[in-house]
């Protein structure tokens, strides 16, 4: 029979060995930008007999928690998904208080001190109050020199590069290119220039919690080349040395760039 372990017994045991997966980490190894779909809030709520809003809020409190953890390993950009444009449709007595935890998430991020506050998603699907918290998060943000924190709101991979592209249309509209022209000039590095992301390092890592292995459409122009981690922790649930483990796990690959 096996024998359960009093719970702080057990955090010490993973406080050790967290420990010891972050003595053998290679800083030198470490993704710079690195993707995180955040999954199972509400599963997790389902197994702990409590309510969806308060999966969702667990799920939020533990951003910081992962934000610490990539300034440590010397991450530079962390993009969270928080909410998907699917996630726009779910019902409203849902989707408010979701909205709430995440502008109220947004807010904490601005407020720390430490984080770069970028929006990636499509603006004009959200709420006025939603939209204007990010534009305030992102101005109050916009001088600090810690980790870039991309808050994926409103955000779809299929959205993003409609709308990379007709951002492309208009600006060459306005410059009076013809079509013929921009036929002859538009690549990927072109198209680039128009992402959500644009400016910035495509992710080294996807970490997708949850147990689901499967990206939904986050970062679909980005991810070309990255590599994926999927990990059975509902997000709440998600401790320090699941986040080590990714990382180590990530070291132990030869990267082939799609080849």
């Known amino acids: 029979m096996r024998i359960p372990y009093p719970p702080a017994l057990r955090n010490l045991v993973y406080r050790l060995y967290a420990r010891r997966v972050e003595g053998r980490l290679d800083h030198t190894q470490v993704p710079k930008h690195i993707g995180v779909i955040?999954?199972?809030?509400?599963?997790?709520?389902?197994?702990?007999g409590r309510t969806t809003e308060q999966g969702h809020q667990a799920g939020a409190a533990k951003i910081s928690e992962l934000l610490g953890w990539c300034e440590e390993t010397d991450v530079e950009v962390v993009t969270l998904w928080l909410l998907s444009t699917d996630n726009l449709d779910r019902p409203e007595?849902?989707?408010?208080?979701?909205?709430?935890?995440?502008?109220?998430?947004?807010?904490?991020?601005?407020?720390?001190?430490?984080?770069r506050v970028h929006h990636v998603g499509n603006r004009d699907l959200l709420p006025t109050a939603t939209q204007q918290v990010l534009?305030?998060?992102?101005?109050?943000?916009?001088?600090?020199?810690?980790?870039?924190?991309?808050?994926?709101?409103?955000?779809?991979?299929?959205?993003?590069?409609?709308?990379?592209?007709?951002?492309?249309?208009?600006?060459?509209?306005?410059?009076?290119?013809?079509?013929?022209?921009?036929?002859?000039?538009?690549?990927?590095?072109?198209?680039?220039?128009?992402?959500?992301?644009?400016?910035?390092?495509?992710?080294?890592?996807?970490?997708?919690?949850?147990?689901?292995?499967?990206?939904?459409?986050?970062?679909?122009?980005?991810?070309?080349?990255?590599?994926?981690?999927?990990?059975?922790?509902?997000?709440?649930?998600?401790?320090?040395?699941?986040?080590?483990?990714?990382?180590?796990?990530?070291?132990?690959r030869h990267r082939r760039y799609g080849f």
């Open 93 to 115: 007595q849902e989707l408010k208080p979701l909205l709430g935890i995440i502008e109220n998430t947004v807010r904490d991020l601005a407020a720390d001190g430490r984080w």
């Open 38 to 48: 955040l999954d199972g809030n509400r599963r997790w709520a389902r197994a702990d």
């Open 135 to 252: 534009k305030e998060s992102e101005q109050a943000t916009r001088d600090n020199t810690g980790v870039l924190v991309n808050v994926a709101i409103g955000y779809g991979g299929r959205q993003e590069i409609a709308d990379a592209v007709r951002s492309l249309l208009l600006a060459h509209a306005e410059r009076g290119t013809s079509f013929e022209e921009l036929a002859e000039i538009v690549d990927i590095d072109l198209i680039s220039e128009h992402l959500y992301t644009r400016g910035q390092p495509d992710p080294d890592l996807v970490i997708r919690t949850s147990g689901e292995q499967r990206l939904s459409g986050f970062m679909l122009w980005q991810s070309a080349h990255s590599e994926y981690y999927f990990c059975e922790v509902f997000w709440p649930a998600f401790r320090k040395v699941d986040f080590l483990r990714a990382l180590r796990d990530y070291a132990a």
